[in-house]
């Protein structure tokens, strides 16, 4: 149990995922969360989650981002419901919301309300594309902010056929991880201050956030978009993903020349190095790693790997990358997987960071 926000009361009305995976992150923290729900759909109407575990899970009792959180079902759009959220809001520290601009207002919870309510309120708002653009009031997802972002450009597949990677980038790391900075700002300016205050978040503009250095070595340094796509995106055949025999995957992310000398070495093919030195030896790395990753199965690589600073990884799956990236829940997650428990494998997860004052906490 962390306990760095004990006391901290949080009021989450969002639906989607970077609203509640902020409102996740502070309630790991220690944070009391009360998720507001539509009572009439409390789940979000989408395609394929007949079929698809992950869209039907959400915002069910399975679903990993409510965990921690208490669940109030309110119709805001009635009298009674909003009346009851404003009281909730009168005792708040912090309100997250996710709806396009102007509807907070349409429903008579706009900050001039909020604020007035509650001045030591912190309301943060996500959105798509902010307030201030000409489509800010259209419909947008995760794919949409990495589009107009640039992101998009520069993630394509062999083809050059821009790929929309997992929803990670837009809805989780510039949307809900970056919410939560600012919240932690906001509540710190307000034990300065003792004011609470709007925080307007745009996860199309977060995305350009988390760009920051490739889009300004691309537009102030010159360096064409296409150097950023020849290298960390699987052009650089040191950076890439490579076929095991048994059907597997490996990682290479060796961008230094001592760390590509080191697969060289446990490849038993010192020549990498020297290929790797400029780009026209590339195609005959590429094609030497790819005859000699194919050659052994995942396990086989694994052990290679092990102990060394070759930068290369097996490819996991989601079950396999829980008990390696944190070896203390294995034998939880061996159980939960045996037991078929959803919801106890969806809890078990657990914050990142380490707070070395919570009880039983350690940084090791």
């Known amino acids: 149990m962390k306990t760095a926000l004990t006391g901290i009361k949080v009021i989450d009305i969002s639906v989607n995922a970077p609203g509640p995976f902020a409102s996740m992150m502070l309630a790991d923290m220690g944070a009391e969360v009360i998720s507001v729900v539509n009572p009439i759909q409390a789940k979000p109407d989408y395609a394929g989650a007949a079929d698809d575990p992950m869209l039907a899970g959400r915002g069910g009792p399975n679903d990993a981002l409510a965990r921690g959180k208490s669940r109030l079902p309110l119709n805001l759009k009635s009298e009674k419901g909003r ?138 340094g010159g360096h064409p978009e296409e150097t950023w796509r020849g290298s960390l995106c699987g052009g650089m055949p040191t950076y890439d993903t490579y076929a095991t025999s048994d059907g597997g995957w490996v990682a290479a992310g060796a961008l230094e020349l001592k760390f590509i000398a080191e697969i060289g070495r446990k490849l038993g093919w010192p020549e990498l190095t020297g290929l790797m030195e400029r780009k026209e030896g590339w195609p005959e790395a590429r094609k030497g790693l790819t005859e000699r990753f194919k050659a052994r199965s995942l396990d086989d690589w694994s052990s290679v790997f092990a102990d060394s600073d070759a930068c290369v990884t097996p490819v996991l799956s989601l079950a396999d990358a829980h008990p390696r990236g944190m070896p203390e829940l294995a034998d939880v997650l061996g159980q939960c997987a045996r037991s078929h428990d959803a919801t106890e494998w969806a809890r078990s997860t657990v914050l990142t960071a380490r707070f070395s004052i919570d009880p039983g906490a350690s940084c090791v």
């Open 83 to 220: 009346a009851d959220l404003l009281q909730l809001v009168r005792t708040a520290d912090v309100f997250i919301s996710e709806m396009r601009p102007g509807k907070l207002e349409a429903l008579g919870l706009g900050w001039d309300v909020l604020g007035s309510e509650n001045p030591r309120l912190v309301s943060c708002e996500i959105t798509g594309y902010g307030s201030k653009a000409p489509h800010a009031t259209r419909a947008g997802h995760d794919i949409n902010y990495l589009a107009l972002s640039g992101a998009l450009s520069l993630i394509r597949d062999g083809r050059g056929k821009p790929v929309a990677p997992q929803n990670i980038i837009g809805d989780y790391a510039a949307g809900g991880t970056l919410a939560v900075s600012a919240i932690l700002a906001a509540l710190l300016e307000r034990g300065r201050t003792d004011k609470g205050q709007r925080i307007c978040l745009s996860m199309t503009d977060g995305v350009r956030y988390l760009l920051s250095d490739i889009s300004a070595a691309t537009v102030l």
